[in-house]
């Protein structure tokens, strides 16, 4: 079976690989949203985050 193949299951992927993976997405987007002098970059901050937490709480509390 090739390698990408098991990437569906719990046997491929780690629970917390997926949040660990949004969180840099999140870090470059206030950073690169800061350095082009956006005033809202608060804003786009809290709504990023918000969207990782709800798209990832599921995969936070898994038993391994």
Excluded: K
């Excluded at 917390?16 to 804003?43: N, R, S």
């Amino acid at each position: 079976m090739p390698p990408g193949a098991t990437l569906g299951s719990e046997a491929g992927l780690p629970c917390h690989l997926p949040f660990a993976l949004e969180t840099p997405v999140l870090i470059h987007g206030v950073i690169v949203a800061w350095i082009a002098g956006q005033d809202f970059w608060p804003m786009f901050a809290f709504g990023v985050a918000a969207l990782v937490v709800v798209s990832q709480i599921h995969g936070l509390a898994c038993r391994t």
